[in-house]
């Protein structure tokens, strides 16, 4: 394998720089295939007390939105909702939400960023806590958003008999929405609030 010749990167020349950029390139193209990998591993050091597992919690919220007839920026915001709690477990949100920024509507990415705030009104008061802390957003675009999934999809999806898709089901569309140019403004939709699909009724 060709090295760069530089110990400090101010020393690096224009070879070495565009050495790297070969290399970085299929860095990144193999980033989805990483992601799957961490999905599987989020069973590896289980949380433990709940009745399923966080990958299948993880599953069962995707399946929520799958059937439910959302996009695929919200399926894979479902998916991917929790991946941080393996590596950053008191903000795992924000960890998640990184991941899919570049290349997910903007509003996924914030309800994804926000939904550990929003998920307290379930349980803070058991706590002592305030279960109330969303409220500063209640003006925000994306607020009814992240209420809906947090409701319908994430604090809905702890169920042990539920019949959730499998990773598998999801691969190709966690390799089709990562793999997509980043930054793209059409696909970041900035601002706009979509919402998530009409509620199927009853709930599947
Ligand atoms: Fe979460
Ligand atoms: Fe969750």
Redesign the pocket.
């Known amino acids: 394998m060709r090295t760069v010749a530089f110990r400090e990167m101010k020393h690096g020349s224009r070879e070495d720089y565009l050495l790297l950029a070969e290399y970085e390139r299929g860095y990144v193209a193999g980033a989805p295939e990483r992601v799957l990998r961490a999905l599987a591993q989020l069973d590896a050091e289980p949380l433990l007390g709940y009745q399923v597992t966080r990958l299948e919690h993880s599953l069962q919220t995707a399946t929520r939105a799958d059937r439910d007839g959302a996009d695929a920026d919200w399926v894979i915001a479902a998916l991917l909702?929790?991946i941080?709690?393996v590596l950053a477990p008191t903000n795992?949100?924000q960890l998640?939400a990184a991941i899919i920024r570049p290349v997910v509507r903007d509003e996924c990415t914030w309800v994804v960023a926000h939904?550990?705030l929003f998920?307290m009104v379930y349980y803070a008061h058991h706590y002592g806590e305030d279960p109330n802390g969303r409220a500063r957003f209640a003006d925000h675009p994306y607020y009814q958003a992240c209420v809906d999934f947090c409701e319908r999809w994430?604090q809905s999806s702890f169920d042990p008999d539920y019949d959730s898709l499998s990773l598998d089901h999801f691969a190709p569309l966690v390799r089709q929405v990562l793999s997509r140019r980043p930054w793209e403004p059409e696909v970041l939709r900035e601002g706009e609030a979509v919402g998530l699909p009409p509620e199927r009724s009853p709930r599947l």
Do not use: R
């Open positions: 909702h929790d941080g709690d795992h949100d998640a939904h550990g998920q994430d």
